[in-house]
């Protein structure tokens, strides 16, 4: 009976918890609500004369602030976080500020809510008069705009694992365009350089090639604006759609990620005689001409072309190019059109707010809101405008109208948080429920083992208080390394005490193996910790993965090697004596350390150069695809996982099956992780074996794991930035894309330290059923409480600074860490790693 209830509250804990986590996420991740349909042009609008009738846009993926091209009018672009394609583009198409949401819509891509087919976009506007539009690179364009274009070559990178491919696919195309008439808007998403950066870093080798390869590409463009007739009225415009960070990745708010370059060209531009200096020095981190922000674009790119501005669109139109006409009266027409649009948008954000009523220019002095100062400053602008549109008005206007148009771009950004703060304390009560009813269960459990449940109070309020400051958070990986280091001393000191106390004089000499054990396991601990250097603060410090290793390739080799030699002894020893799962043993590790050795020969041949395993590759010109290769070792995989769960078992032979299990599963995480990470594997087997040594009972045991799970986490290379996620894993045997199999992969290679050590705690703890509700009970505390912490803290300090470059990413992770490693890999995975424990004989 006792069982049932516990099993039952567990079970309505968990409910609680996801309940909870839909609830907040609604508040906390509101949609903006958005204008339907197409601006259109109003009666006063006709005045503006267009300067260009064609625009090429070239968007050079993570392309940072380093401009070194042609003429024209340079600017840094501030990409606000999420610094990653989908939204970025989100934001230069419409003007508008994306969700924070968008990077989860971004891998659904079959959700409507992730394409831009029913909003208004520039190209929405080129299109509704009849335009043509070419396209060429990235695929995303293709997925955000169904059926826009009339031409278009879509790349994806899934499996293109050279720097040049991918490239080659759009340049092919540029001379036909060029030539051709037939258009009025070329976009071109090269991806060379981002791909660059993931693997190698933005100080690789190769950047300075492919840097030149883009110089290229822009003078070719430029030469034909010039000497092509009918390109003679083109605007070109180059631009990165984010940046990177010093590691090469992409995602989170770090200076590089937040500053990819933006550049205007077209010879006209040399009438307006700005003469800046580039190559220059920048005056602020990766900051080189003067910074505006991504959504000026749209309604800049609508002035020159005479569109209208987006409906939603946040921009504020870039006030250089005003020059480029040549009267009063149609510069204050450009700067009023775009006040207006802005307008519109303040006023269906803010409906019950009138701009209807007159008021005197002092106001300006007595507002005490932003909303006011707008209301006062749209008043003066009347006043103004009122005295007529000559030249001299256009010179007391201007000041004003920009003025109005920076105080509604900075409203209208901030109502993106606009939260539903009800849902917020509602989605936080309820899994404030969840923790306090699984409370008693595990206050029960622990007192059973009353030092080990002091720990775990104590790791539940440290990592509570560490959720509220900013900077913790973003180095969360030396808060459970440090928990790691406490709880290793603790096993040590508790099994030691054990030794003394309860084995004879003969038998004392074990002490000494539980000394070295410990220091072993410290020794690891420091290894991993120096492994990825993670973190905002660190990640571009020196490591083993990305600095010591790669200038070390014989020794990285080497532990590869091992780490598959490992794999395959494991697999052996897990085995009965039957001869074809015994070759199965030999051949599968075999086949998968060539599948990650042609990985690596194509994705990053840097670690290979100057390698005999080179010449191994060398020598089959011909092998099976990657796709092929990853399958292969996939089904071996499964094969032995059902060995593991099929065949009869005795109970003498439970653990045997449930160590095949762990054995198959170490070979697919070790597929799905870096190859400068396959070492790892070599470490956790040493930190296994070490901590079998300590008798450990089911709670010290689940904490154990528990703990292992977060630190290797972050020793893999994790962190609360987005930017951290590895997908270098995620295509493996994968021919097209599947929303599902891209999401399980990411997920293996990404929590492949956790999975690791869910399945190692089946064969650490005892394998009785009050242990395993005792394991399920203290997961659910820990998650639940987690995930109170980060909650309150979004909740309290949702008008931080950092609230969407740190809180936001880490409940995001958060999230993660609920539904994928609690409920996916712990419980559920959990309990059929103990089903598969308890199965009867047949």
Known sequence: ????????????????????????????????????????????????????????????????????????????????????????????????????????????????????????????????????????????????????????????????????????????????????????????????????????????????????????????????????????????????????????????????????????????????????????????EFQYYRTVEQADIAPTMAGLLGLPIPLNSLGVFIPEFLDLWDSGSQKLGVLYRNARQLLNTLQATFPGVSFDHEADSSCLASTDSEIEDAQCTWSHIHQVLGEGTTDDAFQTARPILERFSQITQDVMSSTASNYDTFRLWLGLSITGVAMLLILPIVYKDCARSTYAGGFLAFLVLGYGGVMF????????????????????????????????????????????????????????QRVLRRWCQTGQKSTAEPDIARTFLPSHLPILWTLIILTYADAGRGLLMSLPSSILPRLGALVLPALAFMFKLNFVANDSPELLTDSFLWRVVEACPNAPSLVFQARVVFMGVVCFMLLAILSPTRPDKTKASNKLFHEALNLLLITQSRATNLPIFLVFRFQALMLSTMNLNGIEATITTLVMQYMTFFAFGGSNSISSLDLSSAYNGVGSYSVVMVGVLMIVSNWAGPIWWVSESQLLRPHRTVEDHSSAALLTFHIAASLVSVMAACTVLRAHLFIWTVFSPKYLYSMAWAVVNHLMINLAGGIGLSALQKRSPR
């Open 1 to 284: 009976m006792i069982t049932s209830l516990r099993r039952w509250a567990i079970l309505l804990a968990n409910v609680l918890i996801l309940v909870g986590i839909l609830t907040f996420s609604t508040g906390f991740f509101p949609y903006k609500p958005l204008l339907p349909g197409l601006a259109t042009f109003g009666e006063a609008d006709s005045d503006v004369t267009p300067i260009f009738d064609k625009v090429i846009f070239m968007v050079v993926d993570a392309l940072r602030s380093l401009i070194r091209a042609g003429a024209g009018l340079p600017f840094t672009a501030h990409a606000s976080s999420p610094t990653v394609t989908m939204p970025r583009l989100k934001a230069i198409t419409t003007g508008s500020v994306p969700s924070f949401l968008d990077v989860i819509l971004n891998i659904a891509e079959s959700d409507t809510s992730s394409t831009l087919a029913y909003q208004d976009t520039w190209l929405a506007q080129l299109k509704a008069r009849d335009d043509r539009l070419v396209m060429y690179g990235d695929d995303t364009w293709l997925k955000l705009f169904p059926g826009m274009f009339d031409r278009a070559d879509g790349t994806t990178s899934f499996f293109v694992s050279d720097f040049t491919e991918v490239d080659n696919n759009v340049t092919r195309h540029v001379s036909t365009e060029l030539a051709a008439d037939d258009w009025s808007a070329f976009i071109m998403h090269y991806l060379g350089l981002d791909h660059i950066g993931h693997k190698t870093g933005p100080r690789s080798p190769f950047m300075p090639a492919k840097q030149q390869e883009m110089d290229d590409v822009v003078k070719e463009v430029y030469t034909a604006m010039q000497q092509e007739p009918h390109l003679q009225s083109t605007l070109f415009i180059l631009c990165g759609d984010h940046g990177m960070n010093d590691a090469g990745n992409h995602g989170g708010s770090s200076a590089g990620e937040t500053s990819p370059a933006l550049l205007f060209v077209a010879p006209k531009f040399e009438a307006l005689g700005l003469k800046l200096e580039s190559p220059t020095e920048p005056f602020e």
């Open 469 to 524: 400051a900013s900077s913790y958070v973003e180095e969360e990986q030396q808060f459970w390394y440090w928990i790691c280091s406490g709880w290793l001393f603790y096993l040590h000191a508790k099994s030691s005490s054990l030794k003394r106390d309860s084995y004879s004089k003969a038998k004392a000499r074990g002490f000494n193996w539980i000394q070295i054990s410990t220091v072993g396991l410290l020794v690891c």
